[in-house]
């Protein structure tokens, strides 16, 4: 263990902030979490948690208990801070640093010589080194790294998380991790801070290649979805289903075609794209193109939410999902919140929304003709059924249950597509 460290305090105690600090709280370090949202803060130092993880709760719970885990809306003086706040976009799809920016400023009185500042948080390019600059002109007693310097008073560099939600506990010990220090120093610095627990390879490189590299795995992706959307509404002109043929295409030995769905959500995918879009505008055209394509799937699917719905009067719709993938209560960036959005507009329609992840709508959906309903009550009174997110409660869903339902699937998994609609004596059914 680097005897250095004694104390870390993660900054944004969210989705990546609060499991991982109790992954360093695990190797019996003192660690705070500091966060601006007193909720956040109480409901961690009563040994719960504000999020849905599976396994994390248990585990915060033992740490509070032990004396190793702990929330402060201050920040504190440590050895090690980790800064892992929101990275969202503004209008024109600008990055939004904000939230980082902030949580430079609040540490910035409590750093000193010696100590490591490590930025997760998905980042334009260049953020790593303006962090640098920030901290130099608030803290001019103090050395900080630069491309130039190699001797610092404070080492600073990057290291984007790479987990999904509903594994992100074993995905922080298991994944390998990229990080970029501003100096080599910086980034064995951090290597060995994150070897305390991280089973995967660390493999080091400079902060502007990591912050690069995380918006390149994410683009990768986002261009792959985009295909495979694009795919489905071609095939949604030429009468051809969909699932079929990207089915039968995938036994090419050479061919992996992914999952269309209603779009594209989340804090990562949705956003991170748009952060290289914003870097080189002339360049990367074919990025976004998938971004383009991605956000017009939801566009898609109201329109045959509205085609299927004419043939009704005032229907009820039971909107199957809200978070923006299977099993988690994070809305960020949601497609399906979206189209729920859209889907208020039209006053003849009754909404029910399915959400077992959640105990009440966000703001933006609060809506006297929006209810959020359990999921046996919601199917026995819907008119028309749309999945839009593959929950695991919706597997309970059986063929009587769904008799004269209109039932509009949009995520096709395969449990789905068993359960909807080759098992089903539907009035109407749509695969897409």
Same mark, same amino acid.
């Given at each position: 263990?680097?005897?250095?460290?004694?104390?870390?305090?993660?900054?944004?105690?969210?989705?990546?902030?609060?499991?991982?600090? @109790?992954?360093? @709280?695990?190797?019996?370090?003192?660690?705070?979490? /500091?966060?601006?949202?007193?909720?956040?803060? %109480?409901?961690?130092?009563?040994?719960?948690?504000?999020?849905?993880?599976?396994?994390?709760?248990?585990?915060?719970?033992?740490?509070?208990?032990?004396?190793?885990?702990?929330?402060?809306?201050?920040?504190?003086?440590?050895?090690?801070?980790?800064?892992?706040?929101?990275?969202?976009?503004?209008?024109?799809?600008?990055?939004?640093?904000?939230?980082?920016?902030?949580?430079?400023?609040? /540490?910035?009185?409590?750093?000193?010589?010696?100590?490591?500042?490590?930025?997760?948080?998905?980042?334009?390019?260049?953020?790593?080194?303006?962090?640098?600059? +920030?901290?130099?002109?608030?803290?001019?007693?103090?050395?900080?790294?630069?491309?130039?310097?190699?001797?610092?008073?404070?080492?600073?560099?990057?290291?984007?998380?790479?987990?999904?939600?509903?594994?992100?506990?074993?995905?922080? /010990?298991? %994944?390998?991790?990229?990080?970029?220090? /501003?100096?080599?120093?910086?980034?064995?610095?951090?290597?060995?801070?994150?070897?305390?627990?991280?089973?995967?390879?660390?493999?080091?490189?400079?902060?502007?290649?990591?912050?690069?590299?995380?918006?390149?795995?994410?683009?990768?992706?986002? $261009?792959?979805?985009?295909?495979?959307?694009?795919?489905?509404?071609?095939?949604?002109?030429?009468? !051809?289903?969909?699932?079929?043929?990207?089915?039968?295409?995938?036994?090419?030995?050479?061919?992996?075609?992914?999952?269309?769905?209603?779009?594209?959500?989340?804090?990562? !995918?949705?956003?991170?794209?748009?952060?290289?879009?914003?870097?080189?505008?002339?360049?990367?055209?074919?990025?976004?193109?998938?971004?383009?394509?991605?956000?017009?799937?939801?566009?898609?699917?109201?329109?045959?939410?509205?085609?299927?719905? @004419?043939?009704?009067?005032?229907?009820?719709? @039971?909107?199957?999902?809200?978070?923006?993938?299977?099993?988690?209560?994070?809305?960020?960036?949601?497609?399906?919140?979206?189209?729920?959005?859209?889907?208020?507009?039209?006053?003849?329609?009754?909404?029910?929304?399915?959400?077992?992840?959640?105990?009440?709508?966000?703001?933006?959906?609060?809506?006297?003709?929006?209810?959020? %309903?359990?999921?046996?009550?919601?199917?026995?009174?819907?008119?028309?059924?749309?999945?839009? $997110?593959?929950?695991?409660?919706?597997?309970?869903?059986?063929?009587?249950?769904?008799?004269?339902?209109?039932?509009?699937?949009?995520?096709?998994?395969?449990?789905?597509?068993?359960?909807?609609?080759?098992?089903? +004596?539907?009035?109407?059914?749509?695969?897409?």
């Amino acid at each position: 263990m680097n005897s250095n460290i004694k104390k870390i305090s993660v900054i944004g105690l969210g989705y990546i902030g609060l499991p991982t600090a @109790a992954m360093f @709280a695990l190797k019996s370090i003192q660690v705070v979490g /500091i966060d601006i949202d007193a909720n956040t803060v %109480n409901t961690i130092n009563a040994g719960k948690i504000h999020i849905v993880e599976p396994d994390l709760e248990e585990v915060v719970h033992d740490l509070v208990s032990k004396g190793y885990l702990r929330a402060s809306l201050q920040p504190e003086p440590a050895d090690a801070f980790l800064i892992t706040v929101p990275t969202p976009f503004k209008e024109n799809y600008q990055p939004d640093l904000s939230y980082v920016t902030a949580a430079v400023n609040s /540490i910035a009185a409590v750093i000193k010589k010696g100590d490591l500042i490590i930025l997760e948080s998905t980042s334009p390019i260049g953020t790593t080194e303006a962090i640098a600059k +920030q901290l130099a002109a608030l803290r001019p007693d103090l050395i900080f790294p630069s491309v130039t310097t190699e001797q610092a008073d404070v080492n600073i560099a990057y290291c984007p998380e790479r987990v999904m939600p509903g594994q992100i506990i074993r995905e922080l /010990i298991e %994944n390998d991790r990229i990080i970029g220090g /501003i100096t080599k120093e910086c980034a064995q610095k951090a290597k060995a801070l994150y070897q305390l627990f991280v089973k995967g390879v660390c493999l080091t490189t400079n902060s502007r290649t990591a912050e690069m590299t995380k918006l390149t795995e994410n683009a990768f992706r986002d $261009v792959n979805i985009a295909f495979a959307n694009e795919l489905s509404m071609v095939c949604d002109q030429l009468q !051809i289903d969909c699932w079929e043929l990207i089915q039968l295409a995938n036994h090419h030995p050479r061919v992996k075609i992914l999952q269309p769905g209603p779009g594209v959500g989340g804090h990562c !995918i949705a956003v991170d794209p748009w952060f290289i879009v914003h870097a080189s505008p002339e360049q990367a055209k074919l990025i976004r193109k998938a971004r383009e394509v991605n956000d017009a799937k939801s566009d898609f699917v109201l329109a045959k939410i509205y085609s299927f719905a @004419a043939a009704k009067t005032k229907p009820i719709i @039971a909107c199957m999902g809200l978070s923006y993938k299977a099993n988690t209560n994070d809305l960020r960036e949601s497609p399906a919140v979206k189209i729920v959005q859209h889907l208020l507009k039209q006053t003849e329609y009754h909404l029910l929304a399915v959400e077992p992840n959640i105990d009440r709508l966000p703001a933006t959906l609060i809506h006297e003709r929006l209810k959020l %309903n359990e999921l046996e009550q919601a199917i026995k009174v819907a008119d028309i059924i749309v999945l839009l $997110v593959n929950h695991k409660e919706f597997q309970s869903l059986n063929e009587q249950q769904l008799q004269g339902k209109i039932i509009m699937n949009f995520v096709n998994e395969k449990q789905f597509s068993n359960k909807f609609i080759h098992q089903t +004596q539907a009035e109407e059914m749509c695969l897409v």
